[in-house]
C-alpha cells in the first residue's frame, strides 16, 4: 500500500481538463513540494512538474496545486500524447525518504 | 543538457551483488542530492535511497536497509548503489534521479535476480 493516494484511473477526451489528485498527510504533502511524473508505455519516467515549476520542454497545459495534504495535477486542453500512467512523490518527515503514490493511468478517449 | 546514464544492470543469483553506476552530465553535480528509485515489472515507482550533495547524509528504504549502500564521487560526477544480498523482490529497473522532488531521471537500468 502507498503512503500516497492517487486514482487507480482517470480518462477523458481530447481537449477536455482533467484533474489527477495526490492524497498524503501532514508529514508529506503538509509538509514538502510535491512532484508529478509522466510515464509513458513503461519508458523511463518524465517530471511534468515539481513543486509549482513547469520543466523546460513540458506544455503549459499542465498546472499543478495543493491544498493542505492533497496534491493535484491538472491537464488543460488534454491531447491524445498525455495517455500515460502519472505518479506523485514527496519527501516524508516521519519516515525520513521519499514516498510516491501508486500511480494514475489516464486514458484519452 | 542534464544527462544521468545509468549502467552496471544484470543477472544476478540470489544471494549475489552488483553495483550500479550513474554518470551525469550537464550540471554542477556536488550541489544536488540524488536518489536511486527502482520499479519492478508491472508495478510502480518506489524509493530505494537517498544521498546528500556531500554525501555525508544517506537514508534507505526499509526494504533494503543493510544490503544496499549508497555512495558518490564528485569529483568524478558519479553515484553509485552497492547491492548486496540481492533478492528475487529486488529485481526492478532502476533509475538514477536528481533532486527531491524529481527534476531529472535516468534511462534506467535493469537487475535481474533469478537462479
Known amino acids: 500500500q502507498s503512503a500516497l493516494t492517487q486514482e487507480a484511473s482517470v480518462s477523458g477526451t481530447v481537449g477536455q481538463k482533467v484533474t489527477l489528485s495526490c492524497t498524503g498527510n501532514?508529514?508529506?504533502?503538509?509538509?514538502?513540494?510535491v512532484g508529478w511524473y509522466q510515464q509513458i508505455a513503461h519508458g523511463a519516467p518524465k517530471t511534468v512538474m515539481f513543486?509549482?515549476s513547469l520543466p523546460s520542454g513540458i506544455p503549459d497545459r499542465f498546472s499543478a496545486s495543493k491544498s493542505g495534504t492533497t496534491a493535484s495535477l491538472t491537464i488543460s486542453g488534454l491531447q491524445p500524447e498525455d495517455e500515460a500512467d502519472y505518479y506523485c512523490?514527496?519527501?516524508?518527515?516521519?519516515?525520513?525518504?521519499?514516498?510516491f503514490g501508486g500511480g494514475t493511468k489516464l486514458t484519452v478517449l | 543538457q542534464v544527462h544521468l546514464v545509468e549502467s552496471g544492470g544484470g543477472l544476478v543469483k540470489p544471494g549475489g551483488s552488483l553495483r550500479l553506476s550513474c554518470a551525469a552530465s550537464?550540471?554542477?553535480?556536488?550541489?544536488?542530492?540524488m536518489s536511486w528509485i527502482r520499479q519492478a515489472p508491472g508495478k510502480g515507482l518506489e524509493w530505494v535511497s537517498y544521498?546528500?550533495?556531500?554525501?555525508?547524509?544517506?537514508y534507505y528504504a526499509d526494504s533494503v536497509k543493510g544490503r544496499f549502500s549508497i555512495s558518490r564521487d564528485n569529483a568524478k560526477n558519479s553515484l553509485f548503489l552497492q547491492m548486496n544480498s540481492l533478492r528475487v523482490d529486488d529485481m526492478a529497473v532502476y533509475y538514477c534521479?536528481?533532486?527531491?522532488?524529481?527534476?531529472?531521471w535516468g534511462q534506467g537500468t535493469q537487475v535481474t535476480v533469478s537462479s
Open positions: 512523490s514527496t519527501w516524508d518527515y516521519s519516515l525520513s525518504g521519499v514516498v
Open positions: 513543486g509549482n
Open positions: 544521498i546528500s550533495s556531500s554525501g555525508t547524509t544517506k
Open positions: 501532514s508529514n508529506n504533502i503538509g509538509r514538502y513540494a
Open positions: 534521479a536528481r533532486s527531491t522532488p524529481t527534476d531529472y
Open positions: 550537464g550540471f554542477t553535480f556536488g550541489n544536488y542530492y
